[in-house]
């Protein structure tokens, strides 16, 4: 059985003002392309299909339009959870006509999935909260997955009985999947953990989550669930969560695997190579992950240039990147040195000035500041200071409405 593994799609995610619509488009492209080259049997989505609660309408249409075509006119199941940026209402919402095309939405860590057959042979057999059992079309072994979604807190609470300890969470869920896989898997099917969680091997050191993300689990801390959690009749583990593609335990017989995004979302993954994953598992042996690199999107650089015409040269050979650049230079940036930059590179996100000598120019250090000068002036002497050029009209007057309000209270 060969099952495709991606997560954390974050359609409708946007890099500061810069629309991504175009390069999910092309990955969401490339993603069909290789299930039907590698003729995969599933397709798991480990949650945060979306980028958040209310997503635009081309993110939505981009969404259905891209699990319709997994789908292969309901002969390959497409099962998608809710992640941390996914409401699951909205996530559970078009579920009894996503069936009908073979694509199966779980949004709580209770959902259950209503029985079905399709067509074409596809067949839920067996479902219980966060459980269900399918047969694939031209398959003779049974694919078992155990469904957990994201929860916060409440939900946490409200549908596990969990209380706020990382012990107590652990536990619950140890149970609870000890229990299902107990109950339904054997060794004559496939058994999949499918969930959007913070996972890591006991006693290994937390990896970093991914830049903007709100860490999820969060009770007093990151919570981590360990690997050794898992059931041992589970053959193959598929989260979601972190960006970078990581096989979250390198001893276990179960592979344990985030997929990462097929997108490159913020700086902090710069240059960073994105995968699809695809699992083949016979039912009673172990599974073998191959690491499919994705190349449907623009690559995020981080770059540090001594001068413009250094950033100039750099920026003329990298087009195709969107760009971070911080520019080191010996005085503040001018109005022509930006628009000479922006006139050569369309992906710029950001420029940010690095004065390299700021206190020879400004003929003091900090130490020196005159305190009898107007709050303003102070203001535009900070600014000057950490950001290398003058405030702009609309940051002045923010900071003039804030003095204004304090001044009244």
């Given amino acids: 059985m060969k099952i495709l593994h991606t997560s954390d799609w974050h359609l409708g995610k946007r890099l500061e003002d810069f629309s991504r619509l175009e390069e999910q488009q092309a990955v969401m492209q490339e993603i069909c392309e290789i299930a039907d080259r590698e ?5 798991l989505i480990a ?3 979306f980028d958040t609660f209310n997503p635009p309408t081309e993110a939505v249409d981009l969404l259905y339009k891209v699990l319709k075509r997994l789908t292969a006119n309901g002969r390959r199941p497409v099962i998608a959870i809710a992640g941390n940026h996914d409401s699951p209402d909205r996530i559970e919402a078009p ?5 009908e095309c073979g694509i199966i939405f779980a949004g709580y860590p209770n959902s259950i999935v209503p029985p079905f057959i399709l067509e074409s042979g596809l067949q839920v057999l067996k479902s219980d909260r966060g459980f269900l059992e399918l047969t694939l079309p031209g398959s003779n072994s049974p694919l078992r997955i155990l469904l957990t979604p994201y929860a916060n807190e409440y939900r ?3 549908f596990l009985g969990h209380e706020n300890s990382e012990e107590e969470l652990r536990r619950i869920l140890q149970q609870r999947w000890e229990s299902i896989a107990s109950q339904y898997c054997d060794d004559r099917g496939v058994n999949i953990l499918l969930s959007h969680l913070f996972m890591v091997k006991k006693g290994d050191p937390l990896p970093e989550e991914p830049e903007e993300e709100k860490p999820i689990l969060h009770v007093g801390g990151a919570q981590a669930v360990y690997t050794e959690n898992i059931p041992s009749q589970i053959q193959y583990t598929a989260l979601g969560h972190l960006h970078r593609m990581h096989k979250a335990d390198d001893t276990s017989p179960s592979p344990v695997y985030y997929s990462g995004s097929p997108l490159s979302y913020s700086f902090s993954e710069a240059d960073q190579q994105k995968y699809l994953l695809l699992v083949e598992i016979e039912p009673g042996h172990g599974a073998t992950v191959r ?7 623009k690559r995020l650089l981080r770059k540090k240039a001594y001068g413009v015409e250094e950033a100039l040269l750099w920026l003329a050979e990298n087009r195709d990147a969107l760009v971070e650049l911080t520019l080191v230079t010996d005085t503040f940036l001018t109005a022509q040195d930006r ?3 922006q006139a050569t590179h369309e992906g710029i996100i950001s420029i940010i000035p690095e004065v390299s000598d700021m206190d020879a120019l400004t003929g003091r250090s900090p130490s020196n500041i005159d305190l009898s000068q107007s709050m303003e002036t102070l203001f535009r002497d900070y600014f000057l200071h950490e950001k290398g050029q003058e405030p702009g009209e609309e940051i002045l007057s923010l900071f003039r409405e804030i003095m204004a309000e304090e001044e009244e209270s």
């Fill in 339 to 341: 628009r000479r930059l």
């Fill in 291 to 297: 690491e499919i690199p994705l190349t449907g999107g």
């Fill in 47 to 49: 949650g945060d299909l």
């Fill in 156 to 158: 946490l609470k409200a």
């Fill in 39 to 43: 003729e995969a049997d599933a397709v």
């Fill in 95 to 99: 579920d009894p006509l996503a069936r």
